[in-house]
């Protein structure tokens, strides 16, 4: 079904007959359920039980592919010194560089295939981003600017530097070739206490504590029937010879080795940001207060009207300010976020929303809302950081901008803020 907004559901229906007692049918009762989520759950639980028999057969090949590679790599050597002229050396050289390419791939597909085992150790990931901003600045095209924004206070995370420095990597060589004609790649670093607000918005998230590591590019976005995709090993777009579909899935694998989880932002045309997360530990010994919850600022009744296009996201913010002391009303879409503001807009005193939505996007949920009341208080929230952050920050009557996913701590400090 698709909803007024435009929204496609997938909704179950199921229809009875009643009959009387003639046995003619008088009745009929039909009842319809939604279940989109529900499907989207089956389509993930699937995708990972094929990921995991994926990783199984591609495991197994790896071995045999290594045990091919090895003699001939071995080989080569011996060859180089028996065929000493010019154009045996070129042949040879040919064939060396080949064969190291296969085993690259190969090591590829046994850390995916294995889970990635490797030691860790206490590190400071400052200095291992530092060292990729460093390769990137020297190895891109000068046409793609990267910013780097590392504050010196980061946690350290238990990690094996090797693969930390590969998950980055990949990352930052994903984002190059979504800048063709140039850009500016942006990293940034922050220490996040993960609560039951954040938690509930990512699945892979604990209440703990993390480093996230946000990458954000400003190229063309990835579409939305690939975001879905674009993690699964093998599955690559770009053209034959020169992607082989494993550098995500192996950055994932990783990932979730270390603990961790990764979060996706994209909108074509608006560019890219992944978030890493891997589980961090706080410098002083104590860092999280059991009691911080209650030292949150708290609502005085006030009426804040939240727009958000995930069902899951509105919903857990709704629950999260109500707690807090707010009363909330919830749209889907900016085009219902304005026609419900616009009918009680004197009864508001402030505005969450979403920067990136269909149907009527924040930028002109933000614009409608200004001329609807000049004096509006807008908290805007997004996952793509970088350019969305200046944007947003732009507009006076934005007041305070949050990211993608937040914890409520951050969301009550944003909202009392704004009402200030």
Known sequence: MVRAGGQERIVEVRASAVRGTDGKVSQVIIVS??????????????????????????????????????????????LKAKLPGP?????????????????????QVLAFGRGVAGDHIPVQPRHVIGEVVKIARETFPRSIDVNADLPRDLWIIMA???????????????????????????????????????????????????VAVAISDTGEGIPTGIREKIFEPFFTTKEVGQGTGLGLSTTLAIVRSHGGFINLYSEEGKGTTFKVYFPGTPLAPETIDDDATDNLP????????????????????????????YRVVTA????EGVAVYAGRRDEFSAVVTDIMMPVMDGTAVIAALRQLRGDVRIVATSGLT?????????????????????????????????LR
């Open 298 to 325: 708290t609502g005085h009744g006030e009426l804040v009207l939240v727009i958000d296009d995930e069902a899951a996201i509105r919903e857990i913010t709704k629950e999260t300010l109500e707690a807090y002391g």
């Open 332 to 335: 889907r879409d900016g085009l």
């Open 160 to 210: 094996d530097p090797t693969q930390l420095h590969q998950v980055l990597l990949n990352i930052f060589v994903n984002a190059r070739d979504a800048m063709p004609r140039g850009g500016t790649l942006s990293v940034s670093a922050e220490n996040v206490s993960v609560d039951d607000t954040f938690a509930r918005m990512h699945p892979e998230a604990k209440i703990a504590t993390y």
């Open 386 to 418: 970088t350019k969305e952050r200046v944007a947003g920050m732009a507009d006076p009557a934005v007041k305070a901008f949050i990211a993608k996913p937040y914890t409520a701590g951050q969301l009550l400090v944003a909202l009392a803020g704004a």
């Open 87 to 107: 154009g045996g050396q070129k042949v040879l050289n040919t064939i060396e560089a080949a064969a190291k390419r296969g085993s690259d791939i190969v090591r």
């Open 33 to 78: 359920r939604d279940v989109t989520e529900e499907r989207k759950i089956a389509a993930q639980l699937l995708r990972a039980q094929r990921m995991e028999s994926i990783g199984t057969l591609a495991s197994g090949i790896a071995h045999d592919l290594n045990n091919v590679l090895a003699p001939i790599l071995m080989s080569i050597e011996v």
